[in-house]
Every structure is written in structure tokens, then in C-alpha cells.
């Protein structure tokens, strides 16, 4: 049986408030858990967590310094301290699930095919704490026999994204207000995207299974960015201009195998791409 409550930390960020909308939308308790509540780089988060979190609960750690916050020391080290402060909250209370969202920057550079089971090895400080951050979710929960699941989103896309990362997200917001999409290069340049809509539904599906183990949160489709530049310029419509920056940086393409993903959740069918972008072009569009 599914936890009675879903406790989201990290409540106002992009994935957190998707998830919170659909858990909403279905009438399933949830207990959003913003950072001015709880600041879980500090010590005090142990206590506060503790006050909220009921054996019941399923806690969702959405929470975390992205790289736009910085990728150096100094952020490496309050995102570990953040999940730290949750362990510390686990001791004092344990809770009967644990999903934790990691990043698929724990896998650095790679040309060859992803699985669940490829080396998470990284020079990228970020990537780097989400290692860390996981095994260290997964020591706390494995030694209060708590069932936990790990999953790494692709690169996420959505109206309501903060970041405003190179790529779908970007794109959309230079095309509506300036008629025009840059790439790096060719844009040739091959990655996995995957609609914020259906991220929040693979949490979703592990909590209501109560899922263990480590998931890639992917459509198991990539494209260029080039292919994304034209379909997002095709469905905003009029003349949006594509064009080529020089490149800074290799061209690595990133593939991933969503086969652990379909055997896991085979009622799962992701967004089609350009299905996707139509629906963030109209919540964005003036």
C-alpha cells in the first residue's frame, strides 16, 4: 500500500511543483516542504524535519542547489550538508518510503548507451554531490530498513522551469520574446529531454509503488538540438530565426536505455516530444 501523505522537500522548485500539482489533481495528501520552512543546509533542518515527518510518510527529496547556484566548493558542500540534516531527521524518525531525485549528471561525458548499472564517476562538483548525496540517502535508509528509490531525470523541459538551461527551455523563451533560437554549432549535438509533466509522474508511480533502487527518469529518446530548435520554431509559428553560435565546447551525444524504466512502470508512456513543446509554448506564450 502507498504511503497516506507525500512530503515534498524542496516545494517550490520546478520538479516539486509539478509533482504537488499532480498529487493535487488526484486528491492524494501531500505535504509541500518549501526551503523558508525548512532550510536544510542548516543545522536546524534536523529538528524541523522531525516535527513534520510521520512513520507514514513518503518523502520526496526534490531539494538542491542546481549548477546555476554555483558548481565549486562551497555549493558541493551545502548540498551535502542538506542531505546530512535528512539523515540526521530519518534517525530521529524513520518514515516508510523515500524517493530521492538525482541527476544524470552523475554519469560525466559519455558517447555509449546508459543504463541503471553504468560507473558514476564525474569531475563536475555537482554531479559529483549528487553522487555522495545518493549513497549517502541510501546508507541511512537501508540501515532504518527503509525502502528508497534513487532516480535520475534526464535533462527536464517545462513552462515552468527556473533555470533557463540551453535547450528546450531556452529556446522556447528566446522564440517567443525574440523570433530568434541560438545554437552551439551545428546544434548536432544528440541528448534525452524529458516533459517536467512526466518526471512528476515516475515519482509518482514510485511512491504509489513504494519503489527500491536506482532508475533513470528518461524517454529513452534523443534528439539533436538542432531537431529541437526546428520543432519548437514550426510550433510558435511565424518567422523564428535559427542560429549558430561558435562552440565553446566538444560534442558529446547522450543516450540513454529506458528499458529498466518501461519494465518498472509499463502503464508509462511519455509526452510526445512535440506534443510537449505545444503545450509549454501556450503557458509561456504573452
Known amino acids: 500500500m502507498p504511503a497516506p501523505r507525500v512530503v515534498i522537500l524542496g516545494a517550490t522548485g520546478f520538479v516539486a511543483g509539478a509533482l504537488t500539482r499532480l498529487l493535487e489533481a488526484e486528491a492524494r495528501p501531500c505535504r509541500p516542504v518549501p526551503a523558508r520552512e525548512v532550510d536544510l543546509t542548516a543545522a536546524s533542518a534536523v529538528s524541523a524535519l522531525s516535527a513534520i515527518l510521520k512513520p507514514s510518510d513518503a518523502v520526496v527529496v526534490c531539494s538542491a542547489l542546481t549548477p546555476e547556484h554555483g558548481r565549486d566548493r562551497a555549493a558541493f558542500l551545502k548540498n551535502v550538508a542538506m542531505i546530512d540534516h535528512l539523515c540526521a531527521a530519518l534517525a530521529a524518525g524513520p518514515v516508510a518510503h523515500v524517493v530521492y531525485i538525482s541527476s544524470d549528471a552523475v554519469y560525466a561525458g559519455r558517447d555509449e548507451i546508459i543504463t541503471e548499472e553504468a560507473c558514476c564517476e564525474t569531475a563536475d562538483l555537482y554531479g559529483l554531490a549528487h553522487i555522495v548525496r545518493e549513497k549517502m540517502v541510501q546508507a541511512a535508509c537501508t ?4 525502502p528508497c528509490a534513487v532516480l535520475r531525470p534526464g535533462a527536464i523541459y517545462g513552462a515552468q522551469d527556473t533555470h533557463n538551461t540551453y535547450g528546450p527551455n531556452r529556446f522556447v523563451r528566446t522564440a517567443l520574446a525574440a523570433g530568434r533560437i541560438a545554437l552551439f554549432g551545428e546544434g548536432e549535438e544528440q541528448r534525452d529531454h524529458i516533459y517536467v509533466r512526466d518526471c512528476a509522474r515516475i515519482i509518482q508511480l514510485s511512491v504509489q509503488q513504494r519503489s527500491a533502487g536506482v532508475l533513470n527518469a528518461v ?30 565546447v566538444p560534442v558529446v551525444h547522450r543516450h540513454f536505455d529506458a528499458a529498466a524504466l518501461r519494465t518498472a512502470f509499463p502503464e508509462f508512456h511519455p509526452v510526445p516530444f512535440d506534443a510537449a513543446i505545444r503545450e509549454t509554448i501556450a503557458a509561456l506564450r504573452p
Do not use: H, K, M, Q
Open 143 to 146: 540501515s532504518l530498513a527503509i
Open 219 to 248: 524517454t529513452g529518446v534523443s534528439l539533436t538540438f538542432r531537431e529541437i530548435a526546428d520543432t519548437i520554431a514550426g510550433a510558435v509559428g511565424g518567422n523564428v530565426t535559427i542560429e549558430n553560435a561558435p562552440r565553446a
